[in-house]
C-alpha cells in the first residue's frame, strides 16, 4: 500500500501538472507526422544513405559496442582522440574534447573553468545549458538584454573600475536556438579583448550551417584563435550526438582533469566516432546545400514579415514565428498539423511569457514546394483568426 508521503506527493505531482495546463503550458510526447519544420537536422543527412552506410561500417570496426566505462576509466579509444582532433582542424583550434551531449558540454566548460569569485556576462536569451552551467559554477552572473552591446559595454566598464578580485568572462551562443538571430562575434571579441575578459561561444545552431564549409561563425570571423573555448554540437546539422569543447590544448588536458560531465560520464560507443567523422566529411562538402538551406531560410522569413508576422530578426535556418499567447500558440501549431506539416509551439518557460511561438525550423529534407504552402496556410490561419475576433467584437 502507498504510503502517506507517496499519496501526498502524486498529489502534488498531479496538482503541478493540471496548472501547467491551465496556463496552457503543459508538454507532451508526440510520433512527428508531416513536413517536419521540428527538425534540427539541417543539411538532411539524418536520413543520408551515405552516413548510414558509414555507421554500419563503424559498428562492424568497432572493438566493442558499448562505452563500458568513463573515458577515465576503460571507455578510451584510439578512434575518440582521432576524431576530437580532426574535429579541432575544423573548428579551427588546437584541440578538441568530445562530450556525450552539448547540454553537458556547456555544462563542464562552465563549470571547470568559472570559479567562484569570477565574473559572466551572459546574453539573455542564452540556451538553458549555458544558464545552469553559470550556476552550478557559483561564479557571478550579469545577464545583458539580448545583443545590447551597450548594456553589455557598460556592464563591462563596471565591473573593470570595481575592485573585484576575480576574472571576467562574456558568454554566447552565436546562432540563437529560439530566435534565429545571430550575435555579432566580432563587436563582442573587440569589447572582451578591451576590457580583458574571456569570451566564451556556443556554436550549437551554426555547426555545419554556417562559416566557410559550415566551420562555424567565430572561425568565419578569425577569433577561434583567441577564445576560451568554443562549443559545437554534433545531434544537429552533423545528424549524430554528443558534442565537442574546442580551444587550447591546455584547456583540453584541464577539462579532462576537472569538468564533472566528463569525468563521471560513461563513455559513448566506440563506433559513434565513426559517425561523426563520416559526418563531418559530407558536411564540408555540401556548400551549395548550405547556399540553399539559408536562402530558402531568409525567403521564408521575409515573406512571413509581408504578412505581418513577428521572425524575432531572425537571419538563419531558425524562423520563429512569434505568436503571443500560449493558447494562440498551440491553436496555429493545430491548424497547420492538420494541414500536414509537423510544427511544435514553443512556450514559456522556454521563451518569455507573451512571446509564445512556432518555431520552423528549415532543412535541406523540405522542398521548397511546401514552404510555399506552410506561407498560404499561416496566411489563411491568420485570416480566420482576425475574422473571429472581428466576428467577436461586434
Known sequence: MPSEFHRSFQREVEDGLRGLEARDQRRSLADIRGVNLCSN???????SDTLRAAVVDAVREAPRVGGTGSRLLSGNTRAWEQVEHEFAEFAGTESALYF?????ANVGLLTAVLRKSDVIFSDQLNHA?????LRLSGARKVIFPHLDLNALEAGLRTQAKADWPGRR??????????????????????LCERFGAGLIVDEAHATGVHGPSGRGMALAAG????????????????????????????????????ARTFIFSTAMPPYLSGQIRAALRLAQGMDAERAALLAGSRRLAARLQAQGYDT????????????GGNGEALAAAEYLGAEGFAVRAIRPPTVE???????????????SADLERLENCLTTWRSQRLAAAAAGCS
Not at 556525450?100 to 553537458?104: H, R, T, V
Not at 524575432?312 to 505568436?323: D, E, G, L, M, R
Request: proline share 3%; charged share 15%.
Open 41 to 47: 537536422d539541417y543539411l538532411g543527412l539524418a536520413e
Open 223 to 258: 577569433l577561434t584563435g583567441g577564445l576560451v573555448g568554443v562549443t559545437h554540437t554534433c545531434g544537429k546539422a552533423l545528424a549524430s550526438a554528443g558534442a565537442f569543447v574546442c580551444g587550447s590544448a591546455a584547456l583540453r588536458e584541464h577539462l579532462i582533469n576537472h
Open 353 to 367: 511569457d507573451g512571446r509564445a511561438r512556432l518555431r520552423l525550423s528549415v532543412t535541406c529534407a523540405i522542398a
Open 312 to 323: 524575432a530578426n531572425s537571419s538563419t535556418q531558425i524562423v520563429p514565428v512569434v505568436i
Open 169 to 190: 568572462f562574456v558568454v554566447t551562443e552565436s546562432v540563437f536556438s529560439m530566435d534565429g538571430d545571430v550575435a555579432p562575434l566580432p563587436e563582442i571579441s573587440a
Open 129 to 133: 545549458s549555458l544558464i545552469d552551467g
Open 100 to 104: 556525450g551531449s552539448g547540454y553537458a
